[in-house]
C-alpha cells in the first residue's frame, strides 16, 4: 500500500466553523507534512511530524493546529480561516525526514478548501 | 539558498510524439536530489523521477528519462511516445542531501502545464 488518503476531498466553511482535514498513510512511515498550495502555484511547506512530534512550523498563523495522534494519522485543525486561505491542502509522508528515503515524498489527492 | 526554475510556463505536444520540459537550478552544495512531480486534474503529487547528484548515469523510468548536467545545473524530463494520460501540471524539485537545518525543504519551481493533443 503506497497511499496517502486525505479527507475529505472537497471542505467549505465559514470563517466562525471549525473543522479538520485528516490524512492518513500505512507505509509505516515516520514523517509527515503538510502542505498547501494555491491554484497554479507550487506547494508550500507548512509543518513537517517526525515520531509523531512537529519538528517544523514554518511560521504558520496559529487558526491552523496540526496533531499526529499516532505514526499512521495526521490531523490539521482549522479555525477562523480567512478567506485567503482558500487553497488545496495536500499531505505527504516519507520514510523519515532526514535519514534515507527522507527525500521521497508520497503525496494524497489533498482536500479543496473554500473558506466564505 | 537553493533556487529552481522552470522557464517553460506551459507546453504542448502531440500524442505519441516526443516532449522536454526544462529545469535548471542553483546550488552550492555537492550532494543533493532532484525530482520531477506531475499532478495531474486529479491534484495528487506524483513523483515521476528521482535524480541523486553524485550519480552520472541519467535516471529513467519507462517513458520519462532526464537529462542531468550537474555542472550547469540542468535537470530536463524528457516524455517519449506522449500519452493523454501525461497531460498535467509538472514540477521540479530540489532537496538537499544532508540532514539538519532547512535540509528537509523541498525547493519547487514554478511548474509546466503539459498538453497533450490527439
Known amino acids: 500500500d503506497t497511499e496517502v488518503t486525505q479527507t475529505p476531498k472537497h471542505l467549505v466553511m465559514g470563517m466562525t466553523n471549525k473543522k479538520s482535514l485528516k490524512c492518513e498513510q500505512h507505509m509505516g512511515h515516520r514523517a509527515m507534512y503538510w502542505y498547501k498550495q494555491k491554484a497554479k502555484k507550487p506547494p508550500e511547506l507548512m509543518f513537517v511530524y517526525s515520531y509523531e512530534k512537529l519538528s517544523i512550523n514554518e511560521s504558520v498563523p496559529s487558526r491552523f493546529s496540526p496533531e499526529c495522534p499516532n505514526s499512521s494519522l495526521l490531523n490539521l485543525h482549522l479555525h477562523a480561516l480567512q478567506p485567503e486561505d482558500s487553497a488545496l491542502y495536500l499531505c505527504a509522508s516519507s520514510q523519515d525526514v532526514w535519514g534515507a528515503g527522507g527525500e521521497k515524498l508520497f503525496f494524497g489527492s489533498g482536500t479543496q478548501l473554500s473558506v466564505l | 539558498a537553493q533556487t529552481v526554475t522552470q522557464s517553460q510556463p506551459e507546453m504542448s505536444v502531440q500524442e505519441a510524439e516526443t516532449v522536454t520540459l526544462s529545469c535548471t537550478y542553483d546550488?552550492?552544495?555537492?550532494?543533493?536530489?532532484l525530482f520531477w512531480y506531475k499532478q495531474p486534474p486529479s491534484r495528487q503529487m506524483i513523483l515521476v523521477i528521482r535524480q541523486e547528484a553524485y550519480k552520472q548515469q541519467n535516471a529513467t523510468e519507462n517513458r520519462f528519462s532526464v537529462n542531468f548536467q550537474k555542472a550547469a545545473k540542468s535537470f530536463s524530463l524528457k516524455i517519449s511516445d506522449s500519452q493523454l494520460g501525461d497531460a498535467a501540471m509538472y514540477f521540479c524539485?530540489?532537496?538537499?542531501?544532508w540532514g539538519g537545518g532547512s535540509n528537509y525543504k523541498l525547493t519547487f519551481g514554478k511548474g509546466t502545464l503539459l498538453t497533450v493533443n490527439p
Open positions: 546550488t552550492s552544495e555537492s550532494d543533493y536530489y
Open positions: 524539485a530540489y532537496r538537499s542531501a
